[in-house]
C-alpha cells in the first residue's frame, strides 16, 4: 500500500490503499486540521540530505512535507514525520487555487496562485514558525502579470538546472515566467474561459504542454516552439481518431476542464482529463 493525501472542507486526510483495480478498503490513516475555510490545493515534496532533489513524491531518503492552502489566503506546511505543521505562510489576499513544488541554487522554493490574480514564490529552507513570521525571508517574489484571478501551475525543468513555471488564469492565458530571473517568457493565446488545468510531459526530446479550460477544450502546445499543436474538443472513438490523425482539431462537446492528469500505461504515454458532467 502507498500513503496519498486527500481534501474535504478544511480537513487533510491520509488513506493505506491499495492501488490495484480489485481494492475496496480504504481506511484512514491521519486527519490534519488547522485550516479555515475550504482546502483548495495539495502538493507533497521531499527535502533530501544534498538539498537538491526536485521531487514532489516518494522519495524515502529524506524528508517529506505537505503543502496546503486554501480559502483562508494561507499556505501551511507539515511535518509528515509527526504530522505537525511547521510553518504558515501569509501575504495572499484571496483563496489560494495551486501549489508547485521546485528547487532554485539547492533550495527548495514553492510557488502559490490565488484569486488575487497573483504567483507568489517562497523559500521552504528549514520552514520554522520562527522563519515563517519573517516573510522577508520566505516569500521571494510576486509575479503579478494576470489579469484575473490565477487557477493553475505547473513546472518542468528545461535543462538540467532551469525551471519554467507555467499559470493559467481566468483571463483565458497561459504564462510562462523564468524561475531563475523571474522574468515573463510568453503569454500563450487560444483558450475561451479560465485555464484551470495543466500538465506538462516530454516525449524524449520535445517538452509539451496540454492545457484545460472552461471553454471545454484541452489544447496541447509545443513548449520549445511556443505553438499551438493540436485542439481537442471532445473524447474521439477510436474511428475517429483514425479519420482524424492528420487533422489539427477533433469536434464536438466535452464539459469544463477541471483536472489533467499524464501517466504511463503498457510503455504509451496518455492524458487523463475530468470535467464538470463527471467524465
Known sequence: SDSKAFHKSNLVSFHDHDLRPTASNLTCKHTLSAHEGNLCALKTYTINADADTDT???VVDGKQY???AGEDQTIKLWDLSNNTVT??????QERIRALEYYTHAGAPMLASASYDKTIRLWNLSNPTQAQAQAQAQTQVQTLSDHDESVYSLAVYKQNS???ILISGSEDCTIKLWNLDNHSLIATLHGHEGT???LSVYNDGSTWYLASGSDDECIKIWNLDTLTLVHTITKHPTQKQNQQNQNQQQHSGSMGKIH?????HHNGKKLLASADVNGT
Open 56 to 58: 514532489d513524491a516518494d
Open 66 to 68: 505537505l503543502a496546503s
Open 87 to 92: 510553518a504558515t505562510l501569509t501575504g495572499h
Open 161 to 163: 538546472s532551469h525551471y
Open 195 to 197: 485555464v484551470r488545468a
Open 259 to 263: 483536472s489533467l492528469l499524464q501517466f
